[in-house]
């Protein structure tokens, strides 16, 4: 009573199936697929890149900001880490 057998299961799947459409379900299976995928990537990019250069130094970014009067630029540095 606990765990339903494999017949509820098949009754179930033919119930969605039914339901969504093979079309649709093949969209949704390719679409979370895919977003896996990202992920895993994205995932093992980070690591990476992290683990590749663990003693360099934070790169310096440096944005420009015109004033008014157009001939002054107002520097601000960022540190990103």
């Not at 990476?48 to 008014?68: C, E, I, L, R």
């Amino acid at each position: 009573m606990g765990s339903f057998s494999i017949w509820h299961w098949l009754i179930v799947l033919v119930v969605v199936v039914l339901i969504f459409g093979t079309k649709k379900l093949k969209n949704v299976g390719a679409d979370l697929g895919s977003a896996v995928k990202g992920f895993k990537d994205g995932v093992k990019d980070g690591t990476s890149s992290a683990d590749a250069a663990p003693g360099s130094p934070p790169q310096q970014v440096s944005t420009a900001h015109k004033t008014a009067d157009g001939n002054t630029v107002d520097v601000e540095t960022k540190t990103r880490s």
